[in-house]
């Protein structure tokens, strides 16, 4: 069993900057690929962002590439968000998300982890 607590969410102006951080605990994350996904009201959950056990291979949404930057610190089992120029449609609620297993088919694809935080909320005004 995995929890995963993110933090670092909240209010910022378009433009602004916010580092989420996702904390596993009951299982090391070191071996495993981890992703973050968000989901605003009314919206589907979607694919954010995603890294290898290793760090050596990234991906992300069209949506958010070249503005957000995903890491990870396996000797602390977390993982980071570091989220630059922020727009208001980044506005959702933030999940850290882990599969059950270190093979994963598709990273982008929810369906592909078990283990979800509660989800932090990245406000974005105008």
């Known amino acids: 069993q995995v929890q995963l607590v993110e933090s670092g969410g909240g209010l910022v102006q378009a433009g602004g900057s916010l580092r989420l951080s996702c904390a596993a605990s009951?299982?090391?994350?070191?071996?495993?690929?981890m992703g973050w996904f968000r989901q605003a009201p009314g919206k589907e959950r979607e694919f954010v962002a995603a890294i290898t056990w290793s760090s050596s291979k990234t991906w992300y949404a069209d949506s958010v590439k070249g503005r957000f930057t995903i890491s990870r610190d396996n000797a602390k089992n977390t993982v980071y968000l570091q989220m630059n120029s922020l727009k208001p449609e980044d506005t959702a609620v933030y999940y850290c998300a882990a599969p059950r297993f270190s093979s994963v088919l598709d990273v982008t694809r929810p369906y592909e982890y078990t283990y979800w935080g509660q989800g932090t909320q990245v406000t974005v005004s105008s």
């Open positions: 009951g299982r090391t994350i070191s071996n495993y690929a």
